[in-house]
């Protein structure tokens, strides 16, 4: 589980103390059987109360198993943490607005120690909360449907598996060469 010095960071935009937080924080473990369950039964409730979730092995995420529409919603601060003894990952399955964000002032999501794979650009559903964000370039983490000009994905130590060297040019110089 989760120990205290990460639990701090990763609530960190969300609280100034975690010791004042922790009775109002809903913890929880999960693999790839029950996130999807998990979430649906927590996530969508609309509340600024974190849910923590520490992964115990890795999870993919599909839209088979997304409820009727394809799309999650969530509508509090929900924090994903992988393993520190060994890598854990999520696989998005190359799939984009899974993991809707757009419904409360209170919706958030912290990735912290995980291996993000199989991540796809976005497409035009995606256009409309881009707000300057590169459609092409999957790091955006397009999986999750948010507004771009807003702070709603926060990302500690995490590795991102990249599929181009354009991605890479963009991570290390800022930039995308369309003829990469």
């Known amino acids: 589980m989760a120990d205290a010095g990460r639990l701090q960071r990763s609530l960190g935009p969300l609280v100034a103390s975690t010791a004042s937080v922790v009775a109002d924080v809903h913890m929880a473990a999960a693999d790839s ?29 599909t839209r088979a198993d997304m409820p009727e529409g394809g799309v999650l919603h969530i509508n509090r601060p929900v924090i994903l943490m992988g393993s520190m003894q060994r890598p854990t990952s999520i696989d ?22 995980l291996v ?5 650009p976005g497409d035009a559903q995606s256009a409309a909360v881009a707000s ?11 999986a999750l449907r948010y507004d771009r000009s807003q702070r ?21 110089r800022g930039r995308v060469d369309s003829h990469a």
């Open 33 to 61: 059987a029950s996130l999807v369950p998990l979430l649906l039964t927590h996530a969508g409730t609309n509340t600024s109360q974190p849910l923590v979730i520490c992964l115990t092995s890795n999870v993919s995420l």
């Open 132 to 142: 300057g964000a590169g459609l092409s370039v999957n790091f955006f983490v397009w």
């Open 92 to 113: 998005f399955s190359n799939e984009v607005n899974m993991l809707d964000l757009t419904g409360g002032p209170h919706a958030h999501v912290t990735l912290d120690t």
């Open 116 to 120: 993000l794979e199989n991540i796809a």
């Open 152 to 172: 709603q994905l926060v990302m500690h130590d995490c590795v991102l598996v990249v599929h181009s060297a354009a991605e890479i040019d963009h991570l290390v």
